[in-house]
Every structure is written in C-alpha cells, then in structure tokens.
C-alpha cells in the first residue's frame, strides 16, 4: 500500500492549508491517482488495522439499495451513525442534551465524549427497538444505495444501474459505458451526506475486470483506506458476476485532504513499514451479489500494524 502512503506525504508536504464544511480546517490537494493491481494482493491498509467487516457490510448495504442506519446497526456498523443521530438531535422531538457541534466539541473535551456516547447508544437501541422511529430518524435520505438501485428515471420509475451495468458488461465488454454515478443533483440536498464517491466506470480487456473510480472529496486519514478496500471488493464482486477475473482498480481523487486534527495520527502511520497485502476469499457458494451477506466474505494473512484513533469530522 506504497501508493497510499505516497499520498499521505504528498498532502503533508505539498499541499494547501484550507478552511472546510465541518470548520476542522485541512490540508489539501486537487487531482491524484493511485493504481491497485488487484492480482497482488487485497489493497486492505496494513500500516494500521482496517475494519475490513465495516467494509464488506456497507458494500452489501449499497448494493442491496439500502440507505437506512438500522441495517447497519444490526451489524454493529457504526460508520453512518453520526449522520443519522445528527437529524435526531435537530428535531424538535428531541429533549435530551445540547448536541450542535457534537463532533468538535467531543473531540476537545472528555466529559462531553461520554456523554454523547451515551446519548449514541441510547439512539443506537431506539433505531433497533422502534421501527417507526429508525424509519423517520434512521433514514439517510436518496444516498449511495437509492442512486445505484433505484435511480428515479423522471417518468415515474426508477433505473436499477448495478443490474444494468452488470448485464453490459455481459452483453457488450467493450462498451465504454460501463458506469454507474451517484451524484444526482436533483436530489442531492435531500441526502444526509452528499456522495464524496461519486461515479465508477468498469473496463474489459483480456478476460479482467478494471474499474476507476471518480471520487471528489476524500478525508484521506479515515476514509481513504475504507474507499480503497470498498471498490477493490466490489471490482472483485462484479468481476465475480459476469464471469471475468479482477484487473485493477483505479483511484482518482479529487480534493484530497487531510484534516488539522489529524497530522499527528499520518505521521504515525507514516513512520510504520508496510506489511504483506492479504488474499480476498468469497465464499458465497451460488449466491449473486445480491443475495450475499457480510459472512460470505473475509480475508485471509491480514497482518496489520495496530489501529490508530482520530475523530471523524461530521
């Protein structure tokens, strides 16, 4: 994961200091590209420990047209929970404690870390018992799942693009419209977190599967890592699908960024060796991808460095 690291130190040397959305501040760079041969080994980060379940189970989330929290906290994926309990908070429903600026304020001070761990874990229980409530609180809005299996067409219906990219890739491998977008600017305000991984376009030749993805804003430290694994999985899962062996996956980022209050954590991991990439197994038997489930899924010879913490910017 050499590639990886490469675009850390490139950030950090390189890059321009910048306000942001979350008011954390960043250091940024625009236009970058990293190139995984797939054959080489899973592209899972070995310079600290990856949650490689999150990733699997977020993956089965999108491609089931999922977009509610409470899939997720049934499996005890956490990754989306902040966005949901953000919409919670804000209502006028809600009459716990104060919560503006959650993410900040728990980053700078303990006492309020624990206590919106345990408003969290009170929200968390609430989506899981009340399924009104995680139908109203829980939802996300049209996010990745909705834009890649339920498209609205503007005629009333709705395009499945996963199924259809699938079967052009069966039925014509050197179309160069094997894509799938998830940026829909109709709808893009109803989602809780427009997508920062906005458009992937798969390639055929000789018998492998490639795939590019166009991603426009990427929190490098944390999400980076996830993004990697996720659409070298899902290169692999479709690859898997029609029949063709897993070729490469490539990422082009857009704003590229590393926030402030995570120099310190880059430096760290930067100072570790990497280690030997693992092997992908799916065993899922006759399942599509469709069908299959986050324990159909591992991976094999992961010997990561341990993880390092950091907040998530919300």
């Known amino acids: 994961m050499e590639q990886y690291l490469q675009l850390c130190r490139k950030i950090m040397h390189d890059g321009t200091d910048k306000g942001d959305r979350t008011g954390t501040g960043t250091r940024s760079i625009f236009g970058y590209q990293m190139r ?9 980060l070995t310079t600290k420990k990856t949650a490689f379940r999150l990733i699997v189970s977020e993956l089965l989330w999108f491609l089931k047209g999922d977009t509610n929290v409470r899939t997720l906290i049934g499996e ?39 206590l919106l761990d ?6 968390r229980a609430r989506i899981l018992d009340d399924e009104d409530f995680a139908g109203k609180y829980g939802d996300l809005g049209p996010v ?56 992937f376009q798969f390639y055929v030749a000789d018998g492998r599967l ?10 490098v430290f944390l999400g980076v890592p996830f993004n990697i694994a996720s659409y070298a999985l899902l290169t692999h ?5 029609t029949g063709l062996q897993p070729g490469e996956f490539i990422h082009t980022l857009g704003d590229a960024h590393l926030y402030s209050n995570h120099f310190d954590q880059v430096e760290e991991q930067l100072s570790r060796t990497p280690r030997s990439l693992p092997n992908l197994v799916i065993d899922a038997g006759d399942k599509s991808i469709f069908e299959m489930e986050t324990a ?8 990561p460095h341990p993880k390092i913490k950091a907040p998530i910017a919300v």
């Not at 995984?36 to 899972?44: C, Q, R």
Request: charged fraction near 30%; proline fraction near 6%; charge should be negative.
């Open 118 to 123: 345990e408003q969290m874990d009170q929200f």
């Open 237 to 241: 899962l479709i690859a898997r699908e």
């Open 144 to 199: 990745y799942g909705r834009q890649w299996r339920s498209w609205p067409d503007g005629k009333g219906g709705t395009i499945d693009q996963i199924r259809n990219v699938i079967e052009s890739i069966r039925s014509q491998p050197d179309s160069r419209r094997h894509i799938v977008s998830a940026w829909n600017p109709a709808e893009v305000e109803d989602m809780a977190l427009p997508p920062c991984h906005t458009l």
């Open 36 to 44: 995984f041969t797939l054959e080489d080994g899973f592209p899972l």
């Open 210 to 219: 490639s795939c590019q993805l166009y991603q426009r804003s990427a929190d």
């Open 76 to 114: 005890n994926n956490r990754i989306w929970d902040e966005w949901a309990f953000e919409k919670w908070a804000a209502s006028e429903e809600y009459d716990g404690p104060d919560m503006t600026d959650f993410g900040r304020r728990a980053a700078a001070d303990p006492e309020f870390k624990q």
């Open 296 to 303: 159909d899924i591992r991976v094999e010879g992961y010997d």
